[in-house]
């Protein structure tokens, strides 16, 4: 498969998010990922963030024709299936 790549834009960051056999599932930030210091802020960034992911993972798995699972390093984990 040849890389799929889409860009995402939330709270004045640019998520740009790449897929390919070689390297798998990638992110790239523009500015560089943000430092929170409120836990709210925090959390609707994550929320804009994983609603992102899955609109491209769920593009991904459907031009795989097979499911994707991804587990964040906080354990929430999801699944993506081809749509």
């Known amino acids: 498969m040849k890389i799929l ?3 995402y834009a939330f709270d ?3 998520a740009e998010f790449s897929y390919s056999d ?3 599932f990638q992110v790239s930030w523009r500015p560089d990922m943000p430092r929170f210091t409120n836990p709210q802020s925090q959390q609707d960034f994550l929320t804009k963030y994983r609603a992102a992911r899955k609109a ?3 593009e991904v798995a459907t031009s795989l024709g097979k ?3 991804v587990v964040d390093g906080d354990g929430h984990a ?3 299936e081809p749509g």
């Open 12 to 14: 004045g960051i640019t």
């Open 56 to 58: 491209f993972l769920t």
């Open 67 to 69: 499911s994707m699972t």
């Open 78 to 80: 999801e699944v993506f």
């Open 5 to 7: 790549t889409k860009t």
């Open 22 to 24: 070689g390297t798998g």
